[in-house]
């Protein structure tokens, strides 16, 4: 099992410029979610998705949007990237059954600069 | 408001040392789950340890040890002789209604 693959592992973008990150996951669990990583600051949760074809906002939404595409794919998506965008960014899933959250398992991460 | 809290922000300490570090977390909630993970120096994130808030019961997983506390809001994280191998950032999380708090984590480093 792969677990958890996020593509790509490095970006540079322009200021406007727009990407996708694409994440997938093979352990069949039914939530995912993605967050940025800043020096300082911890995780901080951009959006998640409890569910396929459910997502929600997280702490810091703004500027990102995603999509669930099926259970084993979450993408998160910069449509006018900015420099505060600069960041860490993984994505993580975990399983879920009725009234319990288990484990995350976390991605490598995708390192985006925006110049 | 749910929040967690890691006050400290860097710790050294020389191997074979104890070293305990700290998790505050704020929270109306009745249900919820708490986690600590590990990023060592490579930047993967790996998981811990998970509690549910009925569970107060320590936990003890060789060297580690955790300690979780309700009345003070604590879940306390305990490496007994410490080896140059657990120098990582480690992070105390937070989950209520399907959201994850994170703390700014707790860097340490430990000198052989």
């Known amino acids: 099992n792969a677990g958890v693959t996020q593509t790509p592992k490095f970006q540079v973008l322009k200021t406007g410029q727009s990407m996708t990150l694409q994440c997938a996951q093979d352990?069949?669990?039914?939530?995912m979610y993605w967050y940025r990583q800043d020096p300082g600051m911890g995780l901080r949760l951009i959006y998640y998705?409890?569910?396929?074809?459910?997502?929600d906002k997280g702490e810091v939404p703004n500027g990102y949007n995603v999509s669930r595409l099926n259970k084993r794919e979450f993408s998160l998506r910069l449509e006018s990237a900015a420099p505060s965008q600069t960041s860490v960014y993984f994505c993580?899933?975990?399983?879920?059954?009725?009234?319990?959250?288990?484990?995350?398992?976390f991605g490598p991460g995708t390192r985006l600069t925006v110049t | 408001a749910q929040k967690v809290t890691q006050a400290q922000t860097e710790i050294s300490v020389v191997e074979k040392e104890d070293v305990t570090l700290d998790c505050v977390y704020e929270?109306?909630?009745?249900?919820?789950?708490l986690f600590w993970y590990k990023q060592p120096p490579s930047g993967e994130l790996v998981f811990l340890i998970r509690?549910?808030?009925?569970?107060?019961q320590n936990e003890i997983s060789g060297r580690y040890s955790w300690n979780f506390q309700k009345s003070t809001s604590s879940f306390n994280f305990t490496i007994t002789a410490s080896q140059v191998v657990d120098s990582a950032v480690y992070f105390c999380?937070?989950?209520?209604?399907?959201?994850?708090?994170f703390g700014t984590g707790t860097s340490l480093t430990v000198i052989p």
């Open positions: 929270t109306r909630d009745t249900t919820y789950y």
């Open positions: 993580a899933s975990s399983r879920t059954t009725s009234g319990s959250i288990y484990e995350q398992y």
């Open positions: 509690r549910n808030s009925f569970d107060e």
């Open positions: 998705s409890a569910s396929e074809g459910t997502t």
């Open positions: 352990m069949n669990h039914n939530s």
């Open positions: 999380a937070l989950e209520t209604g399907n959201q994850f708090y």
